[in-house]
């Protein structure tokens, strides 16, 4: 029986990250998949398969709509989508690809097939692929990754087909650009994939139970991204609760109460059902080892991400926090980490969350929600990039810029932004609140002008008492 000092389970951001740290501090890894291909969810049917998508869009909406007021006349404009859809794989190849280098350079194994816990030190992988197919190997472990991802979230009533009840995955390889899409859910992934639809001349309907979009991030970027995506063309249903999903041969019909309880009907050629994640622990035998859930399936570690068998490690999607490809990849590392003996550190309140959509949304630190349900005082600073001259000059000007800081202290305690960039500019914040800076640190801080970044410094400054120069 081969022996490795790490056996990680799962090849998404966190399962491959967590081996390629391994390997660095000299464990002997080995990383089992069951897929075909490494890079789980994320690289394959997840978050770059719909950025090409979210980028190509974007690039055929500019086109169409804003290029003649920059000067630029394109005459016969015409889509081909099934070449975005093309261009959309080559991407996700060539970065599967370059996952398959990164474990050949690092001396790690690739153990194809299901992989599953007999005891704290021991992996059964079920082989898949190949003549092998079908056999099992055995393989001792010094310590156990589990980092299995997530799986699609469905409704009772919403159960998807793959043909016209569909998912995310569907969703990215479509055949032909539909006439007309419904989406159940305003999160990330209903919003992004929406909005994909809805550039390229689709007719989006976005049917969300909250009465906001975003619904689990500030209030102010749901209520700025709406006005955009209103004016992309995107109707947003909110306060309804759908009740029936069902898919005919050419389409489907739904159905839904809004907020005043009458039904609504809605028919399109696809229902797209996004509605979440849930994490995905199918066939790895924790309970034989004595390895708890929590009521959401979730498996249960510790704050150094040890399950209830100290030899075993859980990340990512499979437990609890936000679920975000570079969470995991935190966690990836700090677990090996600690399973070196070092003293890695993690702050889960400074990872920061995006949207993709355009303009993008992103957010680090706590909303003026959670400030005011836990009774911090606090102060707001908020510049709009209608004011910003760079964002002018490319005609990118929805959105602001929010600073939540705290009334005594002016520590940072929560960036919210919406705009060109946004999800480059995070992190910004995300520096400034990990070393605790304040408002009155970025407002002395310089910025190149004319640059989207400055209007963070305007922020802070009105956060420090409307000291804002350019609103």
Not at 223 to 234: A, H, I, P
Not at 282 to 310: F, H, K, W, Y
Request: glycine share 12%.
């Amino acid at each position: 029986m081969k022996s490795y000092d790490l056996v990680v389970i799962g090849s998404g951001p966190g399962g491959y990250v967590a081996a390629i740290r391994a390997a660095q501090l000299g464990m002997k890894t080995a990383l089992v998949e069951k897929n075909e291909t490494l890079g789980g969810t994320c690289l394959n049917v997840g978050c770059i398969p719909s950025k090409a998508l979210l980028d190509s869009s974007e690039h055929y909406h500019q086109a169409q709509h804003q290029f003649a007021e920059h000067g630029i006349k394109v005459d016969a404009l015409k889509l081909d989508f099934s070449q975005m859809i093309a261009r959309k794989q080559e991407v996700v190849d060539q970065t599967v690809a370059g996952i398959d280098f990164l474990m050949d350079k690092n001396g790690i194994d690739v153990l194809k097939g299901a992989g599953s816990i007999l005891d704290a030190s021991t992996v059964r992988v079920a082989k898949s692929g190949g003549k092998k197919s079908g056999g099992t190997v055995d393989v001792k472990a010094g310590k156990i990754l589990i980092a299995t991802g997530s799986v699609v979230a469905d409704l009772p009533f919403a159960k998807p087909d793959g043909k016209r009840i569909i998912t995310s995955t569907e969703a990215l390889s479509l055949k032909s650009l539909p006439k007309k899409l419904v989406v159940i859910g305003g999160g990330v992934i209903g919003l992004e994939l929406g909005s994909v639809y809805a550039r390229l001349g689709t007719e989006v309907h976005v049917i969300e139970y909250q009465d906001a979009i975003l619904p689990t991030m500030d209030r102010t970027l749901g209520k700025e991204l709406g006005r955009s995506l209103k004016k992309l063309g995107m109707k947003l249903h909110l306060g309804h609760a759908v009740k029936s999903v069902k898919g005919a041969a050419r389409n489907v019909t739904v159905l839904a109460d809004d907020k005043k309880g009458v039904e609504q009907t809605f028919k399109a050629d696809y229902c797209l059902v996004a509605v979440g994640r849930k994490a995905y622990t199918g066939g790895l035998g924790l309970g034989a080892v004595g390895i708890t859930c929590d009521d959401r399936g979730r498996i249960e570690v510790n704050a150094d991400l040890q399950t209830s068998v100290p030899t075993i490690y859980a990340i990512g999607d499979v437990v609890a926090g936000a679920m975000l490809a570079h969470k995991a990849e935190e966690e990836g590392v700090y677990a090996v980490e600690h399973m070196a003996g070092q003293k890695p550190q993690i702050d889960h309140n400074l990872i920061p969350g995006v949207v993709y959509t355009w303009p993008e949304v992103a957010a680090v630190g706590r909303s003026e929600e959670e400030l005011k349900a836990a009774g911090v005082e606090y102060r707001v600073g908020s510049f709009p990039f209608k004011a910003s001259g760079r964002a002018r000059a490319s005609m990118d000007t929805d959105g602001l810029i929010k600073v939540l800081v705290d009334a005594t202290t002016d520590e940072i305690l929560g960036v919210h932004m919406v705009g060109a960039r946004a999800a480059d500019m995070i992190h910004e914040a995300v520096v400034a609140m990990t070393y605790r800076a304040t408002a009155e640190d970025i407002s002395r801080m310089c910025h190149a002008h004319p640059t989207f970044s400055e209007a963070i410094k305007e922020a802070a400054l009105a956060a420090t008492g409307n000291r804002a120069l350019h609103v």
